[in-house]
């Protein structure tokens, strides 16, 4: 079972950039697709980004393609987003997910087995 904890998440104000990280413990972090999805309040919850077990391969959002970057650092166990250019309709909950059979280029949630309990991000105007 693997348990992951969101961190980096806060107030910053249009055009700002914050960077989240996503630590996970239990089994080998580098077998798991990991993944960063959003929910603001009263949608539904969104994909953002996700990475392959290696690294090597993204995928990302229409909405923050070229303003958000998904890496990972194996040795660490953490996945980050940095996000860059921050606008107002950013603003959510950013939840990091993983999964071991997980495509990149799947954007479903429900294809995503574990969670985290989400970190907040609000961009002001």
């Known amino acids: 079972q693997v348990q992951l904890v969101e961190s980096g998440g806060g107030l910053v104000q249009t055009g700002g950039s914050l960077r989240l990280s996503c630590a996970a413990s239990?089994?080998?972090?580098?077998?798991?697709?990991m993944g960063w999805f959003r929910q603001a309040p009263g949608k539904e919850r969104e994909f953002v980004a996700a990475?392959?077990?290696?690294?090597?391969?993204?995928n990302y959002a229409d909405s923050v393609k070229g303003r958000f970057t998904i890496s990972r650092d194996n040795a660490k166990n953490t996945v980050y987003l940095q996000m860059n250019s921050l606008k107002p309709e950013d603003t959510a909950v950013y939840y990091c997910?993983?999964?071991?059979?997980?495509?990149?280029?799947?954007?479903?949630?429900?294809?995503?087995?574990?969670w985290g309990q989400g970190t907040q991000v609000t961009v002001s105007s």
């Open positions: 239990g089994p080998t972090f580098s077998d798991y697709t």
């Open positions: 990475i392959s077990q290696s690294g090597t391969s993204t």
């Open positions: 997910a993983a999964d071991k059979w997980a495509i990149i280029s799947r954007t479903e949630s429900r294809l995503y087995d574990y």
